[in-house]
């Protein structure tokens, strides 16, 4: 089992930043990837971004060029730098981690963009 405790979510203005951290606690050694989705009101949650354990990312289309994401192996933490924020960036942000063949998710945190 792993459990995930995310951090970081809140109020910005567009053109801001934030940056989301997600900790991940108790068998992690099988961790091969984490990242973030994100879930829009009424919609079904996007693929944000994803690293695996050597260090590859992955990004969604609306997000290449303003966000990063960042792993630190020691700590077995994940982050994601968010810049150049936009209303529609908007939504609850869910930090998972890949484990074997399954899926492991944070609470959620919110992000919301105002204009």
């Known amino acids: 089992q792993v459990q995930l405790v995310e951090s970081g979510g809140g109020l910005v203005q567009a053109g801001g930043s934030l940056q989301l951290s997600c900790a991940a606690s108790?068998?992690?050694?099988?961790?091969?990837?984490m990242g973030w989705y994100r879930r829009f009101p009424g919609k079904q949650r996007e693929l944000v971004a994803s690293i695996s354990r050597d260090g590859g990312a992955g990004y969604a289309d609306s997000v290449k060029g303003r966000f990063t994401i960042s792993g630190d192996n020691a700590k077995n933490t994940v982050y994601l730098q968010m810049n150049s924020l936009k209303p529609e960036d908007t939504a609850v942000y869910y930090c998972?981690?890949?484990?074997?063949?399954?899926?492991?998710w944070g609470q959620g945190t919110q992000v919301t963009v105002s204009s």
């Open positions: 108790g068998s992690t050694f099988n961790i091969h990837s």
């Open positions: 998972y981690a890949g484990w074997n063949a399954y899926d492991f």
